[in-house]
Protein backbone atom coordinates (compact mmCIF):
# COMPACT_ATOMS: atom_id res chain seq x y z
CA UNK A 1 0.00 0.00 0.00
CA UNK A 2 1.66 3.28 -1.17
CA UNK A 3 1.65 5.89 1.47
CA UNK A 4 2.84 9.59 1.58
CA UNK A 5 3.30 11.65 4.39
CA UNK A 6 4.19 15.99 3.83
CA UNK A 7 5.94 17.74 6.32
CA UNK A 8 7.46 21.21 6.14
CA UNK A 9 4.85 23.49 6.21
CA UNK A 10 3.95 26.13 8.67
CA UNK A 11 3.74 29.86 9.05
CA UNK A 12 6.25 32.21 7.45
CA UNK A 13 5.94 36.17 6.80
CA UNK A 14 5.66 37.00 3.46
CA UNK A 15 9.25 36.95 1.64
CA UNK A 16 9.97 34.07 3.64
CA UNK A 17 10.49 30.51 2.49
CA UNK A 18 9.33 26.79 3.11
CA UNK A 19 10.69 23.56 1.77
CA UNK A 20 8.16 20.62 1.63
CA UNK A 21 8.69 16.67 1.77
CA UNK A 22 6.97 14.55 0.64
CA UNK A 23 7.81 10.53 1.71
CA UNK A 24 7.01 7.72 0.29
CA UNK A 25 6.78 3.68 0.90
CA UNK A 26 4.89 1.34 -0.16
CA UNK A 27 6.44 2.11 -3.60
CA UNK A 28 9.63 3.11 -5.50
CA UNK A 29 9.64 6.65 -6.34
CA UNK A 30 11.71 5.94 -9.74
CA UNK A 31 8.92 5.08 -11.94
CA UNK A 32 6.08 7.71 -10.57
CA UNK A 33 5.34 11.24 -11.40
CA UNK A 34 5.01 13.51 -8.45
CA UNK A 35 2.45 16.36 -8.46
CA UNK A 36 2.03 18.85 -6.19
CA UNK A 37 -1.19 20.58 -5.53
CA UNK A 38 -3.18 23.45 -2.96
CA UNK A 39 -6.04 24.49 -1.81
CA UNK A 40 -7.05 27.95 0.22
CA UNK A 41 -10.53 27.72 2.20
CA UNK A 42 -13.60 27.81 -0.52
CA UNK A 43 -11.70 26.79 -3.26
CA UNK A 44 -10.83 24.37 -5.89
CA UNK A 45 -8.00 22.10 -5.35
CA UNK A 46 -5.03 23.49 -7.79
CA UNK A 47 -2.20 21.69 -9.51
CA UNK A 48 0.68 24.17 -8.96
CA UNK A 49 3.64 21.72 -10.47
CA UNK A 50 4.66 17.99 -11.07
CA UNK A 51 7.76 16.27 -12.34
CA UNK A 52 8.49 13.59 -14.31
CA UNK A 53 9.45 10.25 -13.58
CA UNK A 54 12.63 10.14 -16.15
CA UNK A 55 13.10 12.54 -18.44
CA UNK A 56 13.17 15.40 -16.29
CA UNK A 57 9.98 17.22 -17.17
CA UNK A 58 8.78 19.51 -15.17
CA UNK A 59 5.51 22.29 -15.00
CA UNK A 60 5.06 25.09 -12.83
CA UNK A 61 1.77 26.90 -12.78
CA UNK A 62 1.58 30.56 -13.20
CA UNK A 63 1.18 31.49 -10.30
CA UNK A 64 4.34 29.97 -8.69
CA UNK A 65 6.98 29.94 -11.91
CA UNK A 66 10.05 31.49 -10.60
CA UNK A 67 9.18 31.17 -7.20
CA UNK A 68 8.89 27.06 -6.47
CA UNK A 69 10.82 24.68 -7.46
CA UNK A 70 10.44 21.04 -7.29
CA UNK A 71 12.53 18.27 -7.20
CA UNK A 72 12.92 14.62 -6.12
CA UNK A 73 15.66 12.31 -4.71
CA UNK A 74 14.74 8.64 -5.94
CA UNK A 75 17.37 7.46 -3.38
CA UNK A 76 15.76 8.94 -0.67
CA UNK A 77 11.80 7.89 -2.13
CA UNK A 78 11.10 11.38 -1.45
CA UNK A 79 10.22 15.01 -3.22
CA UNK A 80 10.37 18.02 -2.62
CA UNK A 81 8.86 21.62 -3.02
CA UNK A 82 11.02 24.52 -2.57
CA UNK A 83 8.48 27.52 -2.05
CA UNK A 84 10.94 30.86 -1.99
CA UNK A 85 9.51 34.80 -1.68
CA UNK A 86 6.15 33.23 -0.31
CA UNK A 87 3.06 35.73 -0.35
CA UNK A 88 -0.53 35.82 1.62
CA UNK A 89 -1.78 34.40 -1.29
CA UNK A 90 0.13 31.31 -1.39
CA UNK A 91 -1.71 30.22 1.86
CA UNK A 92 -2.87 27.15 1.84
CA UNK A 93 -2.94 23.32 2.56
CA UNK A 94 -0.45 21.71 0.28
CA UNK A 95 -0.34 17.83 -1.04
CA UNK A 96 1.08 16.18 -2.96
CA UNK A 97 0.36 12.89 -5.57
CA UNK A 98 2.06 10.60 -7.34
CA UNK A 99 1.68 8.18 -9.82
CA UNK A 100 3.40 5.81 -11.88
CA UNK A 101 4.24 7.03 -15.51
CA UNK A 102 7.41 5.52 -16.72
CA UNK A 103 6.82 6.83 -20.33
CA UNK A 104 8.03 11.01 -19.38
CA UNK A 105 6.29 13.82 -18.85
CA UNK A 106 4.04 15.16 -15.96
CA UNK A 107 0.48 16.85 -15.30
CA UNK A 108 -1.46 18.53 -12.46
CA UNK A 109 -4.95 17.04 -13.19
CA UNK A 110 -6.01 16.10 -9.66
CA UNK A 111 -8.34 13.00 -11.13
CA UNK A 112 -5.13 11.57 -12.59
CA UNK A 113 -3.93 10.76 -9.44
CA UNK A 114 -4.37 7.81 -7.16
CA UNK A 115 -2.18 8.28 -4.39
CA UNK A 116 -2.27 11.23 -2.11
CA UNK A 117 -0.85 12.71 1.09
CA UNK A 118 -2.61 13.94 4.40
CA UNK A 119 -1.60 17.72 3.50
CA UNK A 120 0.30 19.90 5.19
CA UNK A 121 -0.96 23.68 6.18
CA UNK A 122 1.36 26.97 4.75
CA UNK A 123 0.53 30.32 6.26
CA UNK A 124 2.01 33.29 4.48
CA UNK A 125 1.25 36.08 7.53
CA UNK A 126 2.57 38.78 8.92
Known amino acids: QVQLVESGGGLVQPGGSLRLSCAASGARLDDYVIGWFRQAPGKEREGISCISSGDGAIYYADSVKGRFTVSRDNAKNTGYLQMNNLKPEDTAVYYC???????????????????WGQGTQVTVSS
Open 97 to 115: AIESWPSGGCIVLPSWYKN
